[in-house]
């Protein structure tokens, strides 16, 4: 005979390894520590990449208009502002990446533990069947 709790429980479990399931497998094998150390990592390499690229264009774009009116003290001012730029802009992205990844770490978890509860049920469920 048909159980309709062990059925749904089924599909309930079949669904979430389909869907999220895969995802949050990947992201709670790792550490917290080590997962969004892993996301910092990535944030500063992209971080860097894109501000290398948007620096170049502008210094493309501007490159005749500057060269006529270059002085050192404005080199040594330019690059402060870049640097400056820069090392803001790597603040700002280490907090957002933080935030999101302790938070994607969390909650992958947790929805890891209600999968284990609900195999634990389905476990005991069987042996109960088996009696």
Same mark, same amino acid.
């Given at each position: 005979? !048909? ?7 089924? *599909?309930? %479990? ?16 790792? @550490? ?11 944030? $500063? ?13 502008? !210094? ?10 270059? *002085?050192?003290?404005?080199? $040594? ?6 640097? %400056?730029?820069?090392?803001? %802009?790597?603040?700002?992205? $280490? ?19 209600? @999968?284990?509860?609900? %195999? ?12």
């Amino acid at each position: 005979m !048909l159980d309709k709790r062990k059925i749904r429980l089924m *599909t309930r %479990l079949a669904l979430y390894e389909q869907n999220e399931g895969r995802e949050d497998m990947k992201i709670s094998a790792y @550490y917290k520590k080590d997962y969004v150390s892993m996301k910092m990592i990535a944030t $500063f390499i992209w971080t860097t990449i894109g501000y290398v690229c948007a620096m170049l264009l502008v !210094l493309a774009w501007g490159m005749t208009g500057w060269m006529e009116k270059l *002085t050192l003290a404005l080199i $040594f001012m330019l690059a402060a502002v870049v640097i %400056l730029g820069y090392l803001a %802009l790597l603040i700002i992205t $280490f907090i957002i990446t933080s935030r999101i990844s302790n938070r994607k770490h969390r909650d992958a978890r947790m929805r890891m533990k209600r @999968y284990n509860h609900g %195999l634990l049920q389905l476990m005991k469920m069987y042996e109960k069947e088996n009696k």
